[in-house]
């Protein structure tokens, strides 16, 4: 089976992160997910999640400290999954392959759907913004 190295952003505004809603077309179509994508051949990490926020959203980050890494086996491929603590240094997030964006708190995790493979990062989530709650 396909293993696929793959970055995400954990992008904060205040008390809320970005997640975006993956197109109908795509494999998990409508699943919400961080930012993100595949990592090339010939790049870092940190490059490939500037040119997929880019790509996908017309932003420029940078990236901060990886927040959470999880392997995941989906029916199709398995990802190995790095988040990384991000943040905007120019433009405003545009949806440019997603069907949706938003702006949440740790507290709203549960009214979305989720990819599976950020399930255990979502619980993360929720676990710290309890502690600090």
């Not at 392959?97 to 507290?107: G, L």
């Not at 989530?125 to 309890?130: Q, T, Y």
Request: hydrophobic share 40%; aromatic share 8%.
């Amino acid at each position: 089976m396909e293993r696929v190295e793959v970055v995400a952003a954990l992008i904060w505004r205040g008390e809320k992160f970005l997640i975006c809603q993956r197109p109908k077309e795509k494999a998990r179509g409508l699943l919400w997910e961080f930012v993100g994508g595949k990592v090339e051949a010939g790049e870092t990490k940190e490059e490939a999640l500037t040119r997929e926020c880019r790509e996908e959203l017309g932003i420029c980050v940078k990236a901060r400290k990886p927040f959470f890494e999880v392997t995941h086996a989906y029916p199709d491929l398995t990802v190995h999954l790095t988040l990384f603590e991000a943040v905007i240094e120019e433009g405003e997030p545009q949806l440019l392959e997603h069907n949706d964006m938003k702006w949440i708190a740790p507290s709203e995790i549960d009214d979305f759907a989720f990819c599976p493979a950020d399930e255990v990062i979502l619980e993360k989530l929720k676990r710290d913004a309890g502690a600090e709650g």
